[in-house]
C-alpha cells in the first residue's frame, strides 16, 4: 500500500478557481453558503477525500500513481479532481456525477465545469484545434469534444496538449468528464488521453 503524501503537491489550478467550484457547487444545487461553504473548502481539498469521491463516481485508471486535489459531495451530487503524481501533473481527471432530476441548473453546472481550466489559464494554454467524435463513455456512445494545442507553463518547457470533454446520463444520473494529459508530442498526448478515457467506468 502506497503512503499518501502528507501535502498537497503545487498543482496549478488557482485557489480562485477552487473556491468558484465548490461555491457555484453549492449555489447550483440550492444550499445556504453561509457556514456551510466555508466547512466544505476546509476538507474538499483532502486528497483521501478527493480520491474516494473520485472512486464513487467513476472507476479510472491513470497510468503510474494518483493524487486526489478536489472532492465536493453536495445533495446528490459529487464533484472531483485527480491528477498523476508530481508538481506538474501530466494527467488531470475532472469527475461529476449529478441527479438528472436537479438538471434545471443543467447550464450552471456545465458553466462552472467549463471554467476549470484544469490546470491551465489562457496564457498558458493555445489551443490550435477543436473537433467532435464519437466514444464510448461507461458502455454509452457519446460525443465527446476533443482540443489540441500547446501547454506552456512558466519555467517549463511547452508540451503538447489534449482535452476530452464528455458527458452521459446512465439512468438517473447525468455523468461529466474533463480530461487534459500533456505529452513531449501530440501523439504522446493524445495516447494518454485515450487510454484514461477508455478506463473510465461509470458507477451507480
Known amino acids: 500500500m502506497r503512503e499518501v503524501?502528507?501535502?498537497i503537491p503545487q498543482y496549478k489550478v488557482s485557489i480562485w478557481e477552487t473556491v468558484a467550484i465548490v461555491l457555484g457547487a453549492i449555489?447550483?444545487?440550492g444550499v445556504g453558503l453561509t457556514g456551510l461553504a466555508l466547512k466544505f473548502?476546509?476538507?474538499a481539498a483532502t486528497p483521501q477525500r478527493a480520491e474516494a469521491i473520485a472512486s464513487n463516481i467513476m472507476g479510472y485508471s491513470l497510468p503510474g500513481a494518483s493524487q486526489g486535489l478536489l472532492g465536493v459531495n453536495?445533495?446528490?451530487a459529487k464533484v472531483a479532481l485527480i491528477a498523476s503524481e508530481g508538481d506538474e501533473p501530466d494527467i488531470q481527471l475532472l469527475v461529476a456525477r449529478v441527479p438528472i432530476e436537479q438538471e434545471s441548473g443543467r447550464k450552471q453546472v456545465d458553466r462552472i465545469l467549463d471554467s476549470i481550466a484544469l490546470g491551465a489559464d489562457e496564457e498558458e494554454l493555445k489551443i490550435k484545434s477543436v473537433r467532435v467524435e464519437n466514444k464510448n463513455l461507461c458502455g454509452t456512445s457519446t460525443s465527446v469534444v476533443i482540443r489540441e494545442g500547446q501547454l506552456k507553463y512558466p519555467d517549463s518547457p511547452e508540451q503538447a496538449t489534449v482535452i476530452?470533454?464528455?458527458s452521459v446520463n446512465l439512468e438517473d444520473s447525468r455523468y461529466v468528464v474533463n480530461l487534459l494529459t500533456n505529452g513531449q508530442d501530440l501523439k504522446t498526448?493524445?495516447?494518454k488521453a485515450s487510454t484514461v478515457f477508455d478506463s473510465l467506468q461509470c458507477k451507480q
Do not use: K, W
Request: aromatic content about 6%.
Open 74 to 76: 453536495l445533495a446528490g
Open 189 to 191: 498526448a493524445a495516447e
Open 41 to 43: 473548502l476546509s476538507n
Open 164 to 166: 476530452y470533454r464528455a
Open 5 to 7: 503524501p502528507s501535502r
Open 27 to 29: 449555489a447550483t444545487l
